[in-house]
């Protein structure tokens, strides 16, 4: 059995089928109970997360029908259980049951083998992470401020996986193979600051020494005009280590995980 929420919500039966959860609010229900498993959810937070202001007085009842049918729905998964408890219920499962758990997993376990410098290793966990995505977190409730959040949550986990992949890429010494996605990553999400810093490493690291320096402008100037703050200290650290770089020097580049300490002259 498993549940997937890096995608469409879904859960996978023993046989391999997917399981039907119901019409939408149904689905929502689970979906919130799905984001606090382990936890007492009560009937009145139901409502308030999924109804809002907007609740007829009918919900409660609502709700009591929707976690009955979804009991039913879920009856061929023994490992996935929704328990009442006073007022509300506890949606129980096993933790590597649930992928998004299973990518936080990847995501530790990664950031210990580059801790180690074992690189490829912590390549190889990252990209396993990173196949179980089939698309936005919790997609059907992109829109929902009840799964906002944790939405976040997650997608900040998978852009600290991409980070450590192309950190552990750049330590490995295939800098130049990074620099055209980095570049799609600095344009898609210019406020994340590793990005721009790989970036100039990753060029550096190419021998393309003087193009990283016009990217470190580039993103002083993004920070600066863009957000209002000064460009990040790593950033000023990497770029300070380029422009001090001497013929016959080899200035190392720590990014605070992953070293890059093979930088040519431009």
């Not at 879904?10 to 046989?15: R, T, Y």
């Not at 498993?37 to 709700?63: C, F, Q, Y």
Request: glycine fraction near 8%; hydrophobic fraction near 40%; aromatic fraction near 8%.
């Amino acid at each position: 059995m498993e549940c997937r929420v890096l995608g469409m919500v879904e859960v996978v039966g023993a046989d391999g089928e997917t399981v039907p959860l119901g019409p939408p609010r149904q689905r929502a229900v689970f979906a919130l109970l799905l984001m606090h498993a382990g936890e007492l959810v009560t009937v009145d937070r139901i409502i308030d997360e999924i109804w809002g202001d907007r609740s007829p007085p009918s919900a409660r009842h609502a709700v009591h029908v929707y976690v009955s049918d979804l009991r039913k729905r879920l009856n061929g998964c023994a490992d996935l259980t929704i328990t009442t408890y006073g007022p509300g219920y506890r949606l129980e499962l096993p933790t590597r049951a649930l992928d998004a758990y299973r990518m936080e997993e990847a995501v530790l376990t990664a950031e210990d083998l580059i801790d180690r410098a074992a690189y490829r290793e912590a390549g190889n966990v990252l990209e396993s992470g990173l196949e179980l995505w089939r698309g936005p977190p919790y997609a059907d409730f992109l829109y929902d401020d009840f799964a906002a959040a944790e939405i976040r949550r997650i997608e900040d986990l998978r852009m600290q996986a991409i980070e450590l992949s192309i950190e552990s890429e750049i330590a490995e010494g295939y800098a130049a193979d990074v620099v055209g996605l980095l570049g799609s990553l600095t344009s898609e999400y210019p406020e994340r600051e590793r990005f721009w810093t790989m970036r100039v490493q990753a060029l550096a690291a190419s021998g393309r020494r003087a193009e990283a320096l016009r990217v470190f402008h580039d993103a002083a100037s993004f920070f600066r005009d863009e957000i209002g703050v000064p460009p990040p200290p790593e950033l000023l650290t990497t770029r300070n280590a380029i422009a001090g770089h001497r013929p016959g020097v080899e200035p190392a580049l720590t990014s605070g995980i992953a070293s890059v300490s093979s930088i040519s002259s431009a």
